[in-house]
């Protein structure tokens, strides 16, 4: 084969909130950015792997009533998520540094596999009698 899938352990967070939510600031409540956002923004800056805002059409959270989108206009309560994906260690270390952003959503940790592509390498049957030997370590 070209090439090899080498997999590491990795994990994956969502939090739950709503699209009207907006981040804690000193600015007026008009002005303040959408909480989705800046929880993106700060995962960036905490070296994060990778953070995307996912938007939804139809559902609840948190015991809360079944929302959706109208044909019309969105409703700014149904409920959506930010997925951040890392190892552990630093989605538990973004969790407890933004705790002030994070109060009251449903957090779901959830572990996954990641898989890295890379070239494969040199077959056994291609080896020259020298790169068996290395590779033996015999000489």
């Given amino acids: 084969m070209p090439h090899k899938v080498t997999p590491s352990e990795i994990g994956m967070i969502r ?6 939510d907006k981040a804690a600031g000193a600015r007026s409540f008009w002005s ?3 909480l989705y956002r800046e929880l ?3 995962a960036k800056r905490d070296g994060i792997m990778n953070a995307v805002a996912h938007h939804t059409h139809y559902g609840y959270s ?8 109208g ?3 969105s409703d700014p309560h149904l409920t959506m998520c930010v997925e951040l994906i890392g190892q552990r260690g ?3 270390r973004f969790c ?3 705790g002030d952003l994070l109060a009251g959503k449903v957090i779901v940790y959830k572990h996954l596999e990641h898989w890295s592509i890379g070239p494969g390498g040199v077959r056994h049957e291609d080896a020259v009698p020298a790169e068996l030997a290395d590779e033996t370590g015999q000489a």
């Fill in 32 to 34: 303040r950015k959408p």
């Fill in 15 to 20: 939090i739950y909130m709503k699209p009207s």
């Fill in 71 to 73: 044909s019309e206009i």
């Fill in 96 to 98: 407890e540094g933004h």
């Fill in 62 to 69: 948190n015991h809360g009533p079944i929302r959706e989108n």
């Fill in 40 to 42: 993106v923004a700060q």
């Fill in 90 to 92: 630093e989605l538990e």
